[in-house]
């Protein structure tokens, strides 16, 4: 008898293959067997064997027939391809997360599509990349988002400016004809908002007369704002990870526009923006004291002893004493929480008219922190922070029964890094010390 001939068959990696001998040999005993590119699943010794294909290359399946005492032998040659295993990179990488991975067969990792949904920020634009085999198409499809641009192995994609979910589901097809698809949960997540205000009101001011810019953007208790850049406008920079609100004197008159940009812990930014209009001609000078304590009184004057014009004076964070016209004492009794109080002139005369507002330190004999929550996550960190006070020595510490936290430093003396490390209550303190003011 002669066997009949199992047909050479081209099939893919980790798949599942039955294979039947025709009917022509169809009695007697069976013995199937499989090169190691596979393994048999089940009974080797039946009429239907079925292999399961786990590595890539030329693979062999063997019958031997027993049949009314005639042992017949066939093979049959197999060409198993290589199971496509696709993956997506991001240009942006966002914080807050740890990504599962998966280990490809060429060692490169590639986002787990059964793992936690990997996260974008509000509003952000985010181009992701498809990586295969050479030779690969690709097809996506885009849930919760808006695709700005692309390309086959590209989309550049717009997430909604609020947070919530959406989903990336990508299928390659190799040039061997082998498919698979692969979707990643996208987790849109809160960006901060960025607000300022600035004095003088109404963005004129003269000539070399401070802009006093106060950060009001707002972060989230899940992640707050670690970061400030100031763009001024005239090619000056300040940046900080302080909760700082910067001073900045313009040298030279025309529209300038200032950009506040934040950065919250996980990477998302947020920008704000704000025409000035710097006049051509200097503004007065205030005399004043540097740093005073709660409490204290400060005498204020106009530097210009030959200014003649009117002066009318206004106080943020305590009340005047004594108006003497071109100058003025104050009582600094009513500091908030910022640390600092304002002194604003109001010039309705003169080359430059207009409002010049000076910030002045004053040191309160107790104030919260920057950031108050009171309840942070195990095995976290948060920036805990003071009034940056100019001239002032700040000593952190942790109670002794604080066992389940540390502290770290910044390069900013008026904040730390609490980093926790289990369940519990957490004592923090700061005494601080202003060597200019003496309190």
Not at 298 to 319: K, L, M, N, P
Request: hydrophobic letters at 35%; proline letters at 5%.
């Amino acid at each position: 008898m002669q066997p009949s001939k199992l047909w050479a068959l081209l099939i893919f990696v980790i798949t599942i293959q039955p294979y039947t001998p025709t009917l022509a040999i169809q009695r007697g005993g069976y013995t199937w067997s499989v090169s190691s590119q596979g393994t048999i699943v089940g009974s080797a010794n039946n009429q239907t064997v079925t292999i399961t294909w786990t590595t890539s290359g030329t693979a062999k399946v063997f019958l031997e027939l027993d049949s009314a005492g005639t042992t017949l032998y066939d093979t049959l040659i197999v060409t198993v391809k290589r199971y496509p295993l696709p993956y997506i990179t991001a240009i942006k990488i966002y914080g807050c997360q740890v990504l599962d991975t998966l280990q490809r067969e060429d060692n490169q990792s590639w986002f787990n599509d059964d793992g936690e949904c990997i996260r974008a920020c509000a509003g952000s634009t985010i181009t992701y990349t498809a990586h295969g085999f050479v030779g690969s198409t690709y097809n996506w499809i885009i849930d919760g988002g808006t695709i700005q641009n692309s390309t086959d192995s590209t989309r550049t994609i717009k997430w909604p400016d609020n947070p919530g979910l959406g989903n990336i589901t990508l299928t390659e097809l190799s040039n061997s004809g082998c498919k698979r698809t692969i979707s990643l949960c996208i987790e849109i997540i809160e960006k901060p908002l960025a607000r300022f205000k600035v004095l003088p009101k109404g963005g004129t001011a003269c000539l070399n007369q401070d802009y006093i810019f106060t950060d009001s953007s707002k972060g989230s208790n899940s992640s707050p704002i670690i970061h400030w850049l100031w763009d001024f406008g005239d090619g000056t920079f300040y940046s900080t990870s302080t909760f700082n609100s910067p001073t900045h004197a313009y040298t030279t008159p025309g529209k300038k526009v200032v950009k506040l940009i934040v950065k919250n812990a996980c990477n998302c930014t947020d920008t704000a923006k704000m025409n000035l209009d710097v006049m051509s001609d200097p503004s007065i000078k205030i005399k004043c004291t540097s740093v005073l304590c709660e409490g204290d009184t400060g005498y204020y004057a106009i530097e210009d002893s030959t200014f003649q014009g009117d002066v009318h004076w206004s106080i943020r964070g305590g009340h005047i004493l004594n108006d003497l016209h071109h100058s003025i004492v104050v009582l600094w009794d009513a500091i908030d929480q910022s640390g600092f109080g304002y002194i604003t002139a109001d010039i309705t005369s003169g080359s430059c008219p207009g409002p010049v507002t000076i910030k002045v330190p004053v040191i309160k004999s107790s104030i919260k922190f920057s950031d108050t929550a009171l309840a942070i996550c195990d095995t976290s960190s948060r920036i805990y922070r003071l009034p940056a006070w100019p001239g002032t020595t700040f000593n952190w510490s942790l109670d002794p029964q604080s066992t389940n936290a540390t502290i770290s430093n910044t390069d900013q003396p008026n904040e730390i890094v609490l980093n926790t490390n289990g369940n519990g209550q957490v004592i923090l303190s700061c005494n601080y010390q202003s060597a200019l003011a003496g309190c």
